[in-house]
T-cell receptor, first 112, second 113 residues
Framework: QKEVEQNSGPLSVPEGAIASLNCTYS??????FFWYRQYSGKSPELIMS????GDKEDGRFTAQLNKASQYVSLLIRDSQPSDSATYLC????????????FGAGTTVTVRA | EADIYQTPRYLVIGTGKKITLECSQT?????MYWYQQDPGMELHLIHY???????EKGDLSSESTVSRIRTEHFPLTLESARPSHTSQYLC????????????FGPGTRLTVT
């Protein structure tokens, strides 16, 4: 079982719709969770971090964390073609020397 | 402006050559990382460092080596490049103490012919 699992994708949504990305993780003691956006051929860019249960909103992005269910999600509201990218979920594992474990990523395509 | 830099951005080199990929950050971060990523594939951690004179191997075995003599500098060296080393190499940093969100450099795309 992988430490961090994401929707296999690809996810195709129409412009203006909500894109919903899911991520589950294996270490119940994890405290820190991150979402990165990676455009094709570019390096990952940090877009959200979340540490407490509940929702955290930043512009059109909302991260949701449920530690009891070991689940973190990212919602992209009013999706734009510029949101087309691969989204990586990353979890900090204390049991892994405080290294980030990355999911394989979910590729999102926003149709104009 | 605080940032993380990688040079060269692109490198095409012949088999058997020694190469060093440079990574520097001006963010005052104590932790630095090297990842390898093939196109469309997952990120794989190959080396990390939590401070000067401290380096560890990552989750993916790599023939490369690293050094951390200065806080801001974390170079990666391949003694003898092979075509199997062709990949994108991404450097990242995090910190200061207590901060674990990682910020990535632009990457070096290495092609070994």
């Amino acid at each position: 079982q992988k430490e961090v699992e994401q929707n296999s994708g690809p996810l195709s949504v129409p412009e203006g719709a909500i894109a919903s990305l899911n991520c589950t993780y294996s270490d119940r003691g994890s405290q820190s969770f991150f979402w990165y956006r990676q455009y094709s051929g570019k390096s990952p860019e940090l877009i959200m971090s979340i540490y407490s249960n509940g929702d955290k909103e930043d512009g059109r992005f909302t991260a949701q964390l449920n530690k009891a269910s070991q689940y973190v999600s990212l919602l992209i509201r009013d999706s734009q073609p510029s949101d087309s990218a691969t989204y990586l979920c990353a979890v900090l594992f204390r049991s892994n020397d405080y290294k980030l474990s990355f999911g394989a990523g979910t590729t999102v395509t926003v149709r104009a | 402006e605080a940032d993380i830099y990688q040079t060269p951005r692109y490198l095409v080199i012949g088999t058997g050559k020694k190469i060093t990929l440079e990574c520097s950050q001006t963010m005052g971060h104590d932790k630095m990382y090297w990842y390898q990523q093939d196109p469309g594939m997952e990120l794989h951690l190959i080396h990390y460092s939590y401070g000067v004179n401290s380096t560890e191997k990552g989750d993916l075995s790599s023939e490369s080596t690293v050094s951390r003599i200065r806080t801001e500098h974390f170079p990666l060296t391949l003694e003898s490049a092979r075509p199997s080393h062709t990949s994108q190499y991404l450097c990242a940093s995090s910190g200061p103490v207590g901060g674990y969100e990682q910020y990535f450099g632009p990457g070096t795309r290495l092609t070994v012919t």
